[in-house]
Structures are given as structure tokens and as C-alpha cells.
């Protein structure tokens, strides 16, 4: 209770408010921009977070998440277009109801869900990740290297995509995690001589390849869209029948989204996805799902805002990142030289104090941006992209270059735009890669301090029950669609024989 | 077809790391794992997923066209090119040089790119460096 307190108190100081309120709006800016979604809205942020004190560069970052997610359903209603994936379901009963003229009801709706799915969510951060800090407290390295490969091998598991190609993506990310000198043996690797190599390929110009040069380029294929804007009233809260229609579809999805988001990798757009069909299946109106139900709207942006707090949780306590934008939050931690998990709560006291604060202000504003802001906001995606994508790229180079005035740095950010592109374009997921980076590292460092805690018998790692358990559940991540498949098969064929 | 050559490129770049690995001196320190085990696992995992994706390739995906794929290779071609001019001519020429190329190909006329291209280079610049005081990659203009 005191952290929260303190949290609040933190609030006072005018400059952090401020810069909660600005970022807030830059948030929604992004989130309403098709192709702009959070994920990309904290790559590009990151290189300027890093020149904050950690505290406020994980509030801008967090707040980015939650305002964009927020936001992408303002495009969703009025344009048809989800300004992020994490509010396609939105399009599907927002749009027909935009346009039997009842927008406002719509975004009225999706912002109280939003913000109940939010407020809700951020509740739960502050209760839980500090008690599965608490878990970890005794954690050694085996526990915390078992840990870490049980969240490298969910990559396996992530939406979208073959299990076998987030694999490829997520070993390259790991395989250049390598790159630089080796922390426990001061050895050179993979460098190739090159000075610039040394400290290794930064978290940060990738991020930025990956989420927002790459995401030009794929722009750049696609440039006949035409957007049209529908007319609309003004937005209301809804009224007291919409609300007992929408409450327990609210509730659920809220508990799906944090759930999910606490699922390492998965993130606000699965959530929002698993909990549309939820609620659809659970519906006494489902036969009218897809034709304007305020119950759909309801169910997607509960959980897309609820799956924000979730997924901060494992990744502020055991330093495994619960959706691709707090990869982006962990990279930016690890960058400013901080650790996710007990001591992060111990050495930096108020720092979840300050976060919850933060995210329960900017989810206060959506209420004032949902309601008042929206056809203001929504006019930003009449943008050409002809004058979008080259500021977002040029502000990609910015940000490269700004992390420690480095032309390679640019470089990298170029090269892996280019090869995000190719990824993303066949298949591979680019979020794989970003988290088999920034956890690649913490993986070898973690198995080398385990084996040499063990002298030398690295079986021994096999004897921690807790460590043991992670290692079953990366088989079971690894492996466990397959067997039921084989499973399956060979008792049908029992059967049939 | 393309799965396969993506399961070939990743073969040859889990065999070429490998290769990359044995050339790793041995530390000074002592080490129980050493620099190279943990390049070889991954490598292993590397390796056995691209070549299942060399037997088992999933349906071919649609290939952008020739013209798109050109596109692409251009845009790419004008970022590289604009990153080793960055530190020659300094960022508001590159910058505007880039951003008009950008601007012309997503659709304007080349009137309307040169005036976007130098607006938008000027205004980061004001933005980034003049007010946030950002350090950009200084030209021969002194800008």
C-alpha cells in the first residue's frame, strides 16, 4: 500500500505528469495510425527512453503500450482499419455499428471497456509481480537458466506462424545475442574483427530494424488504400441497458487478457482474439456477432488492455518478456543496466509504485480521449502515407544514431529492417527474434554460472526440482502438439484395428 | 520452393557459425562451459529446424512481383547509400535527399517530395537537435 502511495506521490512532480500526459497523447497517435501499433511506437520511442532515469523511461514506454493498444480502436470503428492487430476484432462489430450512424455508442463502449480492461489489469500487475518476484527470490542459476529456455521455447507456441519457422527466428535471435565478447570468459566471438562488434549487436537498432524500418518496407508494397472517414456523433458513455449487456462479457475478458498477457510472448492481439470467440460462444446475442454487437467491441478491448498489465508481470519479476512490446520494455531495462525479478523491487523501491500510477492516470485520459479526443484523432489517419512512412523512417535513423552517435548502429538498423521485411513476408516472426535476442544473452550466462556452480557436472542441473519443472514444460512447449498428434494417431489406428 | 531456400539459408548460416565457433580461442580464464558450447547448441537447434523446413515445406506463399520486388530492392539500396553519406554530407542534405526519394516513390510528384523532403529533414532538425538537443551527424554546411 505504501508503494502505491509513493507511486501516487511521485505523481506530483509536475514533469512526470507531463510527460505521462504527452506521452499518452503520442500514444494514441501511434495506436490510430494503421501500421503504427505499439509494438512499433516503443521501438521507435526506446533510443530516447535511454537517456531517462529508468523509472521514467519505463513509464513512457508502458504508457506508449497502453495508449496505442487503447487507441487502435478509434480507427477500428470509424475507418474499418485496425490502427493495431490487437484491435482487428474490434473492426468486425465496430464498423457496423459506425455505420448505421452509431459511432458514438461504439467508441463509447469500447472506452469504458478499455478502460475497466486496463485499470483492472494494472491492479493485478501491482498484487502479482511482487509475489512472483517473491517465487524467484530463491531462484539460483539453474532455476533462472530453466526458466529462461521455458521462455525462449513458448516461441514455439506463438500465434500465427509454424512452430518450426518462430524456431528458425527465434535461434538467429539467440545466435546473434552471441555476437561481442563473451561476459563469462572474456573471449571475442563472431566480431570479425571489427572494433564495432565488440559490445555485441545492440538491442535497441535492431528493435528498431525489425518493428519500424520493416514495417515501411512492407507499407511501401501496399499504397493504393484510400481511407474514408465515417461521420459521427458524439461520443456517450454508454447507458445502463448497454452496460448489463456488456458486463460479464467485460469481466470475462478482462480475466482472459490478463491471463494471456501473462503467457510469455502472447500478447494483446491473441487476447483479444481468444476473448471475441469467448464471448461470442457464451452470448445470448452471438447470432449477432459480426453485425454491430456492442458485446464484441466489449469483449476485444477488455482483454487487448487487460492483456497490458499481464504481460508486465513476468517481465518486470523474472525478466520474461509476456508479449512482444514488453520485449521492447525488457530490452530497454537490460540496456539501462537494470535486472528484472527480486532485486529490480528491492533496490528501486518505488518502482512499480510509480508504473501503477502512471497507467492508472493514462487510463483515466482514454476515458477524456475516448470521449472527447476521437474524431480529432481520427482525422490523423487521413495522413497520406506518402509524407507517414518517410517521418517514421527518419525517425527510425534519428533514434539509431542518437543511442551512442554511431553510423553502425544505423547500419544495423537498415540491415535488419531489410531482413525483418524478408522475415515477416515469409512467415518467420520477427517478435521471435527480438526475444531470442534479449534473452540469448541471459540463457548462456546463466547455464555457464550454473555449470561452473556445479564444478564442472552440469547433470546436476537435472537435481533442482523447480529447475526440472521448467525443463519439462519447455518439452511440453516444444513437443506437446506434436505428441497428441502422434497420440492420437496411433490409438485411432488401435481402434481401427 | 522459397521454404526450401529459407531452410538453406538457414543450414548454411547455422554451418557457417559453427564453422565461425571452432575458430574461438580458448579463454585465459577457466571456464567450465568455455566460449563454444553454447554457439554449438544453438547451431544444433538451428540446424535441425531449417533442415525439417527443407523436407517438409509448407504451401508456396505468394511472391510480390518483379516490379514491387524492384521497389523494395531501390528503397533498400537509397538507406544503405543514405547511411554511409550520413557522415560525408552531414544530416539535413542526406535526410532530405532520402526523404524526398521516399516521398516521390510512395506516390507524390517531384515537386511536392523536394518541397516534403527538405521540410521534414529541416523540421526533425529543429526538433531533435535545436529543441532536444540531440547530436545528428554533422555535414560540410555545419548542419
Redesign the interface.
Known sequence: MGDILSGLLALGDPKLLLLIVATTLAGTVIGVLPGLNATTGAALMLPFTLTMDPISATVVLATIYGSATFAGAITAILINTPGTSASATTCLDGYPLALRGEAGRALGVATIASTFGGLVSIGFLFVAAPLMARLAYDFGPPEYFALTLFGLSMLATIGGG?A??N??AG??G??LA?VGV?L???????TFGTHALYDGIGFVPVMIGIFG?AEL?RQ??Q?DQERHLVAMSAVKLPGWADIRRIRTTVLRSTGIGTFIGVLPAEGATIASMISYNEARRWSPNRDNFGNGEIEGIAASEAANNAAIGGSLVPTLALGIPGSPTAAIILAGLLTQGLQPGPMLFAEQGEFLGVIFAALLVANLLFIAVGLGGAPIFARITTI????L???V???S??GA??IR?S?VD??IA?AF??IG?LMI????SVVSLAIGLVL?AM??QR??QS??M???E?WMLFTRPIALTFFALTLLALFGAQATHLIRKITRKEIAS | M??RI?GGI?LM?ALL?VW??TI??????S?????RA??YG??A??AL??L??LFKP?PE?EW?RAG?LA??GL??LV??A??QL??EIGFVIA?AF??AY??W????TLLQ?AI??VS??LG?YVI?HLVLG????RGPLGI
Open positions: 509454424s518450426v519457422r524456431l528458425i535461434a538467429f539467440v545466435l552471441t563473451d563469462l570468459t572474456g573471449v571475442e566471438r563472431y524500418i518496407l511501401s508494397t499504397l497520406p502515407v506518402r509524407i512512412w518517410p517521418l523512417f527518419l525517425f535513423i534519428v544514431y542518437a552517435q553510423q544505423v547500419i537498415l529492417g531489410v521485411h513476408r515469409h512467415g518467420f540469448g540463457v548462456e547455464l555457464g555449470v561452473a556445479f564444478r564442472g552440469w | 522459397s521454404d529459407f538457414g548460416l557459425y565461425r565457433a574461438i580461442p580458448d579463454s585465459f580464464m571456464d567450465a562451459v568455455g566460449p553454447f554457439p544453438i547451431a537447434v538451428m529446424s531449417s525439417w523446413f509448407d506463399p510480390p514491387r521497389e523494395i528503397a533498400a538507406m544503405i543514405y547511411a550520413l557522415p535526410t532520402a526523404a521516399l516521398t516513390r510512395l506516390g507524390s517530395s516534403i523532403g521534414t529533414s526533425i531533435f540531440l547530436s545528428l551527424a
